[in-house]
Every structure is written in structure tokens, then in C-alpha cells.
């Protein structure tokens, strides 16, 4: 029985239906406003954070084609998300398309993927929110104690080992993921709408940057190009292309694209957001890759400025945009990125943790999860506001007490995994699901899906044997609650054991009544 369950699809109608019924969400997001909650989620760690860790200890100048080749796999993927959201405009995003094609299993797996990818990577965010803010502090003489400044240990690369940072506790990074819990619990309206003006200043910061920052660039700073070479591509934790650090990670332009590839996972939470677009079928994939190309092509462009403009290994892995303009000697500039980089961190935030309730409500919807929990919408703010706080308190948690080396690897991983399922997706719909209604469809189908899957393991090998371990943990635990839990309490589940009852099957009730005093 548990195997019929774990790999029985759920049919297209049966999503569009439970979207139109009394949980529904409102649909408020137009096109700009969902390429804004894009460009809200890209715009952040990666463009101010990550790209100090990433050329000082990845790539060196050469983190420019790591963003061409990370824009690339994310490129494909986009293709296929968009797809699926022109099809099925509901939230969810990839545990939804997974549940419609490859079975419950996979959809649990892909969903609990998801937990990680956004709850991880709002971590990340909150702790390079925190660098920056405390850089703007320093620059009026004032600092955050030694003691609640940053997480209590950090990672060197290059001697492999951990070092305590002298701190117990990052005060900024645990406040900023309390507040923007306490503005997503109050409606999508007034978070997208803090969201938008919060993107209009950091784009007009980043482009500020690249701009000014171009005049200022030697060009003797990108030679040499690729210190660390073109590749760096381990298998389970044994380097098979380049070179790797004393720690035994590798390194080079593949391993850069692989650690900076969670900076594109903007565009995914657009596709959570579909079953509150006002035309999901048009609106979604539009949102989707206007974000993706607009961010892509920033990013490129940042990546060239700060390496042109300071040597790779004297970029500061806090605040590295900021601390270029101060290398300098453009102070006023300093403050001016400081201001956009807290605006544009809170944004991701915003809309990355506005992501996660909406997975965890779609599983709650199909009875994975205790619906009573997760899938409570709030009768007056009409939001997920019990999932909503459980979300911001893990993310404060994690980015007050995680360094965000461990963050950023952690997310890596989860969300190539998650990107590569989605592509697979699209691959078998279009033959279980030929003549399916689809406003948008992946152009010259099926090669980009698979040049997606090629991409994503591609960077997936690209990271250290680390990663597939907290993986594998992380699956373990969620292959435990499936079990234990959501196999019991599947609404598929239920809905299988009185078919099978009602044919002889399985003895009349068997195992139906328990699983329904959850709903």
C-alpha cells in the first residue's frame, strides 16, 4: 500500500481546485510586483557578501564567469519553473510540481528540500545584513559589543580548521529576523509594498556602485584572472578537477559558481507566490525571468567592478562592497552602499521567508503536516501566520548562532538538488501530461530541462563532501517525519485506503479513522 502512496501523482485539478477553496490566498501580485519580489529575493548576500568570500578564497576575478555559469543552470531551470506556474498557479512551487508528477515521495522530499533552501538561506542573509550594519555603525565611532557581534565560531578555508570569533551570539542578525517575521504576519500587501521600495534603493545602489566603481577599476587587478583555476569539481569529497585548499575543499572558477549559485534563488520564490498573482499564467513566468536576467547581468557586472577595483586577496569577506569604496578613500560612498545593502538584505528576507510558509502550507494542505498548524491562515491578515512565526524564529536562531560559511554551504546543495527535481519534472509531464494546458512553455523541450539537471549536478559535485553529509542528515530526519507522520496522515493516503476498501483490497476503515483527527 505504502508503495502505491509514496508514488502516486496527484492530478493537475485536484491543486486547482484546493487553491479556489476556503484557504485560499488573495491574489493581489501583478507582474512587476512578482518581478520586484524576484529581484527582492536575488539582490542581497550575493551581490554585497558573497562576493568578497567568494574571489578572496574561490575564484580570485574570475567569480565573473562563475556568475555566467551559475546564471546559466539557473537559466534552464527558470525555463521549467515557469512552466510549471503557468500550469499549476498554486503554492508551493517545486513540491507542488513534484507532487503532480512524480508522486508524493518525491514531493515530500522536495518539499522538505525547500525547508531548508529558504529557512538556510534567510539565515545567511540576516547574518550579512548584520556585517553591514554594524560597518554603518562603525563609520559614527559605535560598535556592537564584542560578546553579541557575530556567531561563536567561523571557518578558515585555508587552514581547514574552526576558530572562535570571541562572541556568543549575533544580536543584529536575531532582531532584524524577529522584525521581518512581525511584518510578513501582517499581509503580503504591506510586505510587498516595503519590499518595493526597498528594491527601488538597493538597485539604484548597486548600479551607483557599478557605475562609479568603474572609473576606479586597474586592470592589473584581474591578472591573474583565475588564481585558482577554471575548474574545481570534487566527487563526494575527492577532488577529480583543480586545485583544493589546505582544508581539502576545491577551489576554482566551477567551486565559486557552486558556493554563490544560493544568490539566485529569487526567481524560485516567485513561483511560491503564483496562487496569489492576479494572472498566474502570464505573470509568473514574466516575474521569473525578468528577475533572473535583470540580476544575472548585475551581478556580472559587480563581480568585475569590486575585483578591478581592489586585489582579489584584499577584499574584505564581511563587507566587501562597502570596503572597496573605503580602500578608495570614498567614504561618502561607504555609507551610501551601507544604506543600500541593509535595504536590499532586508528585501531578501522579506521575501524569502514569505516563502517558506507557503511550502509548508501547501504540505499541510495535503495532510504531510499538521494542517491545524501550517495550514492556519489568519482570518483578518489572511496569511500563514503560525508557520510565518515558526519560520522567523528558526531563522534568527540560525543566524545569530551559524557562521555564514556553514550557511551558504548548507543552502548550496539543497537548492541545486531542488532546481535539478524540477527540470526531471517538466521532463515527465510532457509525456504523462501531453496535452495538458500550458500558456507558457520550456523552448526546444527536452534538451534545456536536461542541460538543466547536466548544470545543477555539475555545481552540485562542484562542493565539498561536507555538504552531501548535512544533506543526507537533513533528508534522514525528513524521511523519518514522512514515515512516521505524513505517510499516516496523507490526504492521498486516506484517500487510497477507502478505494481500496471500497474494492476488498484492505479490511473495511483499516488505518482511516486515526489519520483524520488531525484535520
Known amino acids: 500500500m505504502w508503495r502505491r502512496q509514496a508514488f502516486t501523482s496527484k492530478p ?7 487553491a479556489s477553496g476556503e484557504h485560499r490566498l488573495h491574489r493581489v501580485l501583478g507582474p512587476w510586483a512578482l518581478s520586484a519580489l524576484g529581484i527582492g529575493a ?8 558573497l562576493v568578497g568570500e ?3 578564497d574561490y575564484t580570485g576575478p574570475s567569480l565573473m564567469l562563475s556568475f555566467v555559469v551559475a546564471g546559466t543552470a539557473c537559466i534552464f531551470a527558470a525555463l521549467c519553473y515557469a512552466e510549471f506556474a503557468s500550469m499549476a498557479p498554486v503554492a508551493g512551487s517545486a513540491y507542488t510540481y513534484g507532487y503532480a508528477t512524480m508522486g508524493e ?6 518539499g522538505w528540500d525547500l525547508v531548508l533552501e529558504y529557512a538556510v538561506s534567510s539565515a545567511a542573509v540576516a547574518h550579512g545584513w548584520s556585517k553591514y550594519f554594524q560597518n554603518l555603525l562603525g563609520m559614527v565611532d559605535l560598535q556592537v559589543p564584542l560578546a553579541w557581534r557575530d556567531a561563536p565560531f567561523d571557518y578558515n578555508l ?3 580548521e574552526f576558530h572562535s570569533t570571541g562572541s556568543y551570539f549575533d544580536l543584529p542578525a536575531f532582531l532584524i529576523s524577529l522584525a521581518v517575521t512581525v511584518i510578513l504576519v501582517i499581509g503580503i500587501r504591506q510586505s510587498t509594498w516595503a519590499n518595493g521600495i526597498m528594491v527601488i534603493i538597493k538597485v539604484a545602489v548597486v548600479l551607483f556602485a557599478i557605475l562609479v566603481g568603474a572609473f576606479y577599476i586597474n586592470p592589473d587587478n584581474w591578472t591573474p584572472f583565475a588564481p585558482y583555476g577554471y575548474t574545481g569539481v570534487s566527487f563526494f569529497g575527492h577532488t577529480v578537477l583543480g586545485q583544493e585548499s589546505a582544508g581539502g575543499k576545491p577551489v576554482g572558477m566551477l567551486a565559486g559558481a557552486a558556493i554563490i549559485f544560493f544568490a539566485y534563488i529569487g526567481f524560485d520564490a516567485v513561483s511560491t507566490h503564483a496562487e496569489e498573482a492576479k494572472k498566474p499564467e502570464r505573470d509568473v513566468p514574466i516575474g521569473i525571468i525578468v528577475s533572473l536576467v535583470v540580476c544575472t547581468l548585475l551581478y556580472i557586472a559587480m563581480a568585475a567592478v569590486i575585483t578591478g577595483m581592489v586585489p582579489y586577496n584584499q577584499l574584505d569577506k564581511g563587507a566587501p562592497v562597502a570596503d572597496a569604496f573605503e580602500q578608495i578613500g570614498m567614504p561618502g560612498a561607504q555609507l551610501l552602499i551601507n544604506i543600500g545593502a541593509i535595504a536590499g538584505m532586508t528585501s531578501v528576507m522579506l521575501v524569502t521567508m514569505l516563502s517558506q510558509p507557503r511550502v509548508l502550507l501547501a504540505m499541510a494542505r495535503d495532510g504531510l503536516l499538521p494542517e491545524k498548524f501550517f495550514g492556519a491562515v489568519h482570518e483578518t491578515f489572511k496569511t500563514p501566520w503560525k508557520s510565518t512565526i515558526v519560520t522567523g524564529f528558526a531563522v534568527a536562531g540560525l543566524s545569530s548562532l551559524l557562521p555564514l560559511s556553514v550557511l551558504a554551504d548548507l543552502v548550496n546543495i539543497g537548492t541545486l538538488l531542488a532546481f535539478a527535481m524540477v527540470c526531471l519534472a517538466v521532463l515527465i509531464m510532457r509525456r504523462t501530461h501531453p496535452d495538458a ?8 523541450s527536452p534538451l534545456l530541462p536536461m542541460l538543466g539537471i547536466g548544470f545543477c ?4 559535485f562542484s562542493l565539498p563532501i561536507e555538504n552531501w553529509l548535512r544533506l543526507a542528515g537533513w533528508l534522514l530526519v525528513g524521511f523519518a517525519i514522512y514515515f512516521f507522520y505524513g505517510r499516516r496522515h496523507s490526504k492521498m493516503g486516506i484517500a487510497l485506503l477507502r478505494e481500496e476498501a471500497e474494492h476488498g483490497l484492505s479490511p ?3 488505518n482511516i479513522d486515526p489519520v483524520q483527527d488531525d484535520k
Do not use: K
Open 12 to 18: 493537475l485539478q485536484v491543486l486547482l481546485d484546493e
Open 42 to 49: 536575488i539582490i542581497g548576500t550575493g551581490i554585497f557578501v
Open 54 to 56: 567568494a574571489a578572496h
Open 105 to 110: 515521495l518525491f514531493a515530500w522530499i522536495i
Open 158 to 160: 585555508h587552514t581547514g
Open 437 to 444: 494546458h500550458r500558456p507558457f512553455r520550456v523552448p526546444f
Open 457 to 460: 549536478l555539475l555545481l552540485m
Open 508 to 510: 473495511a476503515g483499516a
